[in-house]
């Protein structure tokens, strides 16, 4: 995706912005990040903030950017806090409270294991805000599961369901989950089975990753059967999406987490 840097935002958005923070003394362009379009860390007199946003007229990266605001109040502490949204010359932006830290390494063997496991068990007691518009995480199924498969992947929790390394900020003490433009709400487990699956990315042994795991309750107490369907759903999905040849290397890692419940 193409990125526009502080500078080259129209005159309107840093008026928008200061308003907020007032006067903006230096600009960090951030690099990373796959949903937007804008990203940088500003400096202000009452401390650093982080910026991120996307063109009024990207609806998808709207629609994630809404989902973010709607559920960050039932998020911090597991995330940065949402300090304001501004939408003007031609942009939608939203400031969060910047927060110091690296894109974990989820390799066997690292110390971030052990801090992305703390920052897990937080948000696994987060439950989806009622009436904010939280998709339920069966949608993403309806395709290509039958309805009985379905009813399992329900639940309460404020799923995040895309804990790549981006978006797992660690530092020497603590880590933090960013982006939750995928939220949804289903079984606290799924967002374990996800992390386990970007363990194995990592080149994490499969056992090592799954001994990992085990350690979330809601994980040992998985039905089987409903990690079977997430299983099922996921690689179909993916499939779709890419064929199944080149599928194949993502779905084995998948299929490796019915092989332990």
């Known amino acids: 995706m193409a990125r526009t840097g502080w500078w080259e935002l129209p005159a309107e958005v840093w008026a928008a912005v200061e308003a907020h923070t007032g006067p903006v003394t230096g600009v960090r362009d951030v690099a990373d990040g796959l949903t937007c379009s804008a990203a940088a860390v500003l400096t202000t007199g009452a401390g650093p903030v982080f910026m991120k946003g996307v063109p009024v007229g990207d609806a998808r990266g709207r629609s994630g950017q809404a989902m973010e605001a709607v559920v960050n109040a039932a998020v911090r502490g ?76 329900r639940g309460d929790t404020l799923l995040h369901t895309d804990t790549n390394p981006h978006h797992l900020l660690v530092s020497e003490s603590r880590a933090w989950l960013v982006d939750w433009a995928m939220s949804a709400a289903g079984p606290a487990w799924v967002d374990v ?64 987490l019915g092989m332990a419940t």
Do not use: I, K
């Open 78 to 153: 597991v995330g940065p806090r949402l300090l304001w949204q501004v939408v003007a010359g031609g942009w939608d932006l939203l400031g969060f409270e910047y927060v110091e830290g690296r894109h974990a390494d989820l390799s066997a063997g690292w110390a971030d294991l052990a801090l992305v496991a703390s920052v897990l068990h937080s948000a696994q007691d987060v439950r989806a805000p009622e009436g904010a518009g939280v998709p339920s995480f069966t949608d993403r199924f309806t395709d290509v599961l039958p309805g009985e498969q379905l009813e399992m992947l």
């Open 193 to 256: 089975a996800y992390t386990t699956v970007r363990l194995m990315e990592a080149d994490c042994p499969a056992y090592e990753a799954l001994a990992w795991a085990a350690q979330f309750p809601s994980w040992a107490a998985a039905d089987p059967r409903a990690v079977e369907a997430f299983v099922t759903g996921t690689c179909r999905l993916w499939e779709r999406q890419v064929g199944a040849r080149d599928a194949r290397p993502s779905n084995a890692r998948f299929t490796v």
